[in-house]
Every structure is written in C-alpha cells, then in structure tokens.
C-alpha cells in the first residue's frame, strides 16, 4: 500500500511570553492508503491538536513548531490557506466529537451536507442535491428527504453523527479523520457509528485516522495503532501485537483500565495518577511519575525510540518483556 | 404561527389599557392649565371655567377618564384643544415621517452595526477593535439631540451636504431630507447591536460548527457570513428590538431638532399647549407602535431562528 499521509517530525506549541509550549513533540507517523490508523491515549495527551494539525484547524494560538505533513506532495504545514481549502474536504475529511457542536444550529441538515460540494468540483444544484441524498443514504439516515430539511436539534444523537459523517464525506476524501467520533454518543450507538466508519472505510476505499481515548474502540476498528502520552507517540504496533505484546508501561497500564469483557480475567486497574501539565513536563520520560517500571535513568533523559522488528516501536528505558511467538508483520 | 399572533395582538389590549390611563394621569400632572394655554394669560376665571366646562376638565378625574375610555371604544379619540380638528386625523398625518424615520434608522443601524461588529469581533483585543469599543462608548453617550446639532453644524452648515431640517414632498426629497435625523437616531443604537455582535460573533467563531464548516474546505468568508454571521446575527438583532422604545424616544427628540413633522414634533407641541386629548392619543400610538415592533421582530426571531420556531408556536 503506498503512503497516504506522513507526518514527520511534528512539533506544535503555543506562545507563552517569550517561550513557546510544546504540547505535541516530535510526533511521527504514516497513514498508508485505504487502512484504518488509530490514536489512542488519557485525555489531554494531544491527540486532537496532533489530528487538528493535519488539516491545520488548531485551536486558539497553537501553531506548528517543527516537522511535516506531507499529504499528495504538500507539505500541508507550509501550505498557503488556499491549498489548505482545496484539501480540506476533497482531500482529507474530518469528523468531531461532539456532533450536536459540530453542526450549525440554524441551517438545514441537507444544506450543511451539500455545502462542501459547491467549493469542490463543478456539479450544478441539482447534481449536488442527488450526491447529498446519495451521501446520506451512504451513513444509513433513513428518510433522506425528510432529514435533509430538518435541523440538527430534530435529530437524535446517532443521525447528528451520521449526518456530521455525511458532511466529511460528501466530496469523496482520501483520508477521513474523526476525533473521538463516539464519545458523545450512548454506548449503543457508539457501535453502530464505529461500524459505519469501518464499513465506509473498506467500501470507499479510504484511509481513516481514528482518534480515541478508548483501546478497545482500537481493537474494533483498527489496522495499526499509535499511543500517545504526554504530547508524544510511546508505542507504535499493528493492532495484534498491542493486545498480545505491549511494550510501553503506559500502553499495559492502559489495557489494564479496559472495562471490558474483551480482556476477561484481568482485573480492572485505572492508571493512578495524572499526566503533566505540557508547560511543566519533567525533563526524562514523562511517564515515569506513575511508571511501575521506572528506575533512576528514567527521570535523567527523555527515553529514544526503539523500532520493532514487526513495524512500530516505543520509547522506554525498561519495557515490558517482548514474547518471542508475536508473529511479525 | 396565526393563534400566535392573535394570542400577541389580544395581549397588546391591557398594555393599551395600562399606557392610558399613566397618560392620561402624567398629562394632568403637567403643571399648568389647557384653559389658560387656549385663552392666553390674560383670560377672566369667569372664561376660563366655561373653557374648562366645555373641555370637561370640571368634573372630578375619574369621570374624566372614564368619559375618555368610552370615547376610546366608540373610535373617537377627541378634539385637539389647540388645532380644533379630530385627533385621529390630525395623528394619522404625523404617522408617516415618523414610521419612514423610525424604519430608516434601523436600516442605517445595521448598516453601521453589521460591519463594525464583525469587524471588531473579528479583530478582537486589537486596534480595530479598541478604536470601534471607544466610538460605541462616545455613540451610547451622547444624547442625541447633540449628535443631531453636531452633524447640522458639519455635514449641513459647513459642507452643505444635506438640508438642516424639514420633511419634503416627493420620497426621494424625503428619504434625503431624513437622512441626517436617521443618522442622529442610529448612532445612539447602532452601538448596542455592534457589541452584542461583537460579543455573539466572538462566540460563534468559537463554536465547533465553525471547525466542520473550515473542514470543508469553505473560503474564510463562507465560513464568516453564512456559518459563524447566521448564528451571531440573532442575538444582536434581539438587541435591536429590545431598544426599539429608546429608538422611538430618541426620534421624539431627533424631530423636533430637524423639525420633521412626525408624532414627536407634535407630542412636544402639544404639551406646550397642554392640548391633553393630543398628548393622550401620540403616547396611545407610541406605545402601540413600541408594542407592534416588538412582536415584529419576535415574529422575525421565530423565522430566523428554528430553535424556537418549534417551541414558541407550539
Ligand atoms: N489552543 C490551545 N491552547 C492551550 N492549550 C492547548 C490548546 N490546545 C490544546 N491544549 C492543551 O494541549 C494538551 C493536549 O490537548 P488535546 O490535544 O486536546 O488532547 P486530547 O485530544 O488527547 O485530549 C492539553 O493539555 C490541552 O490543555
Ligand atoms: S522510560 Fe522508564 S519511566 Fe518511562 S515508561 Fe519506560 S520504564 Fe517507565
Ligand atoms: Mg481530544
């Protein structure tokens, strides 16, 4: 598979006095055409600005400090607004938390659906009204007609989502990126939306990059799987090898707070403890505060990253053991 | 939507009731005498009661207002002690100027408010925004009849740009010769529904649907006016309406600077001649006119806003 997105190096940070914040460091990752990339990690960690940073939507004054992200040859963190606009949408979707936020109160459903086509390609109204109820029928809204002339506070939660998916979806993205897209939603629903994105995934042949705080919301709908802690990627490995063999003591803690039948037998342990504040990280590993590996070495350096034969890797002075039966690849 | 506003009008008839009799109460309070006004200062007592007598402002007050209220239901709003001819008529000639100028300086509002108020909420905390905050604050404080003889003495007397006072005859001599006087009044309003812009602007750009509208790929523009704009311009609009009564207040003192013969100019002569069916009926069709334009721009809330369109109609 050819790579999609390559993000490389990435630094994002916000102005404070004359310093600058890091709040994501040297985060490196590829999104490979058509598969399924998950982001997971405790809330706060960075996972939205990193995702955000993508399509350069950061919020408030956080800007990118260092590195890349080359999508189709651009370097979208040099991109001038203008390319910007014409990737957003057609080239790269994006899905939001919260999808009674996300949507504009005041406008239809249908024209908040349609809207994205009119700056992308040339289709007259009526084109662009047949791909709307097309897209909706596509995120499995029932009624297409009716829907598209309600408002967002007419639909439940679940459509809101679906027509939020709709919208990210109806200028044929290569990529979709969906932050947190299930956390706002009942626990019901957030199965149907997780199998709508992967069902949408294999049959429109797009990469997604889904962002959660959730591994077992990974474990559903993933190919390869990044966590985060603390502004940084920890661990990087397909999504067998995190279940079978996590290396990071972060990423065991964090299979360990699964509240989850998938992981029967292991008893339940939240992680003890909260991550930094990003203005006033320590200067070795930043985990190393709830760490149950931790030794004196940690606390001098930040540790560097260790590639895994498999793909991925992780950045510990002292990980978990590696089981020599983890197929790789 | 219709039971609604049936609902509203029945409403309006208690306000009515309530604004007469303050009127009619506030009138009499005036100091002063409409006899002594008719007659002049040198009248008799002797003519002066039969002046009173025939006025019917001999009997005790209570009758006197209810004799009012029977008139009211019967469609007969009185004499004008000063002009001699019905006071309907004589107010449905002032209606039109004042409608035109109340109607003119809400336009000129928006048209001052809308822009400022993007400009300042997209430009927060920075010089634009400092500058537009000082105006607004100098606009809001300033009375208007001030403005009004400021903008004569500059844009009238020095420049000749525009006519110092008067009404006209034909509607593009009107919409001309009421351009300053709907200045004057705008500025005094324009202010408060450039900050509530700017305030629910802020918000708006700040909201997540603002995200999904960029992630779309729209032009900042787009992104402006038909998202972060659409939602922001309710709550200002809902200003606006409820500053209708200063509005209206202010344009009783911005007629009577550039004499345009509305109901202001008239409610002011009237109580310099203590003409009390004259005073009673302009207040009547001041506050009707307050009450109307503010179930017009509740009725405009509802179009505008499909949050409460459901609720409110219900
Ligand atoms: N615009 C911003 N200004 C200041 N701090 C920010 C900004 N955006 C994010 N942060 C901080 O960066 C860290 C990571 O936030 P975020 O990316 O939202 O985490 P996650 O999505 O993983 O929960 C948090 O500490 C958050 O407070
Ligand atoms: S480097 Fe040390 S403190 Fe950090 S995660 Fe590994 S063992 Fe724990
Ligand atoms: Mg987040």
Redesign the pocket.
């Known amino acids: 598979m050819v790579d999609l997105l390559t993000v490389d190096h990435l630094g994002?940070g916000?102005p404070r006095g004359s310093n600058t914040?890091a709040?994501?460091e040297d985060v490196s990752f590829t999104v490979r055409a058509g598969e399924s990339y998950g982001?997971v990690?405790?809330?706060?960690?960075?996972?939205?600005?990193?995702?955000?940073a993508i399509i350069r939507l950061?919020?408030?004054?956080?800007r990118i400090t260092r590195g890349a992200v080359r999508f189709d040859g651009v370097d979208l963190a040099q991109a001038k607004e203008s390319a910007l606009q014409s990737i957003r949408g057609a080239g790269i979707g994006m899905v939001f938390q919260d999808p009674l936020t996300a949507l504009n109160p005041v406008l239809t459903v249908g024209r908040q659906i349609a809207e994205g086509l009119r700056y992308h390609g040339q289709l007259s109204a009526a084109d662009r009204h047949a791909r709307m109820l097309e897209a909706m029928r596509l995120v499995g809204l029932p009624d297409p007609a009716r829907i598209a002339a309600s408002y967002p506070h007419e639909l439940s939660g679940g459509q809101r989502q679906r027509a939020a998916i709709a919208i990210a979806l109806i200028a044929s993205p290569r990529l979709l990126l969906a932050?947190?897209p299930t956390t706002a939603l009942d626990v019901t629903i957030q199965a149907q939306i997780l199998r709508l994105l992967s069902d949408l995934r294999s049959r429109l042949g797009m990469a997604l990059v889904l962002?959660t705080?959730d591994l077992g919301v990974v474990a559903q709908t993933c190919d390869r799987v990044a966590v985060?802690y603390s502004?940084r990627i920890v661990e990087e490995a397909p999504i067998r090898r995190i279940f079978e063999n996590p290396r990071h003591p972060y990423t065991v803690a964090l299979l360990n707070s699964i509240p989850r039948g998938s992981r029967a037998g292991h008893p339940l342990h939240p992680i003890a403890g909260m991550?930094p504040?990003?203005a006033h990280r320590p200067s070795g590993c930043s985990f190393a505060a709830r760490c149950p590996n931790r030794q004196t070495d940690c606390e001098a350096v930040a540790p560097g990253w260790t590639p895994d034969a498999g793909g991925g890797g992780f950045a510990c002075f002292h990980p978990a053991r590696a089981h020599a039966e983890v197929p790789h690849g | 939507m219709l039971t609604y506003i049936v609902r509203r009008l029945l409403l309006m008839i208690p306000v009515a009731l309530g604004i007469t009799l303050a009127v009619f109460l506030l009138v009499r309070l005036i100091p002063g005498d409409p006899a002594r006004a008719i007659l002049g200062i040198h009248a008799t007592p002797v003519l002066m009661a039969a002046v009173r007598a025939r006025l019917g402002l001999d009997r005790g007050i209570g009758m006197q207002y209810l004799l009012y209220l029977r008139s009211l239901v019967q469609g007969d709003f009185g004499i004008s002690y000063y002009y001699g001819q019905p006071v309907a008529q004589l107010v449905l000639g002032r209606m039109v100027p004042t409608l035109v100028l109340l109607l003119y300086s809400t336009i000129i509002s928006l048209v001052i408010a809308i822009p400022a108020g993007i400009l300042a909420a997209t430009q927060q905390g920075r010089g634009a925004d400092h500058v537009l905050r000082v105006v607004a604050t100098a606009g809001l404080g300033l009375p208007s009849y001030w403005t009004g003889f400021i903008l004569i003495l500059l844009l009238s007397v020095t420049f000749h740009l525009f006519p110092i006072a008067g009404y006209g005859n034909t509607w593009g001599a009107r919409l001309y010769n009421l351009f300053l006087p709907a200045l004057t009044c705008a500025l005094n309003v324009a202010p408060l529904v450039m900050r509530a812009l700017r305030t629910s602007l802020g918000e708006a750009l700040g909201a997540g649907f603002i995200d999904t509208a960029r992630a779309k790929g729209l032009p900042a523009r787009a992104v402006l006016l038909s998202h972060a704009l659409r939602v922001a311009i309710l709550p200002a609009l809902h200003v606006l309406g409820l500053n209708i009564g200063f509005l209206v207040g202010n344009t009783v003192l911005v007629e009577n600077v550039f004499a345009v013969p509305g109901l202001g100019q008239l409610m002011i002569s009237s109580i310099g001649t203590r003409d009390y069916p004259t005073i009673q009926m302009v207040t009547l069709m001041f506050g009707i006119i307050v009450v109307l334009i503010y179930l017009i721009t509740d009725l405009g809330q509802i179009m505008l806003d499909p949050r409460v369109r459901r609720s409110e109609i219900g």
């Not at chain 1, 990690?41 to 955000?52: L, Q």
């Not at chain 1, 950061?58 to 956080?62: E, F, N």
């Open positions: 994002i916000i914040v709040l994501v982001i990690g405790e809330s706060g960690c960075g996972k939205s600005t990193t995702i955000r950061l919020t408030g004054k956080a932050d947190e962002v705080h985060m502004g991550p504040d990003p």
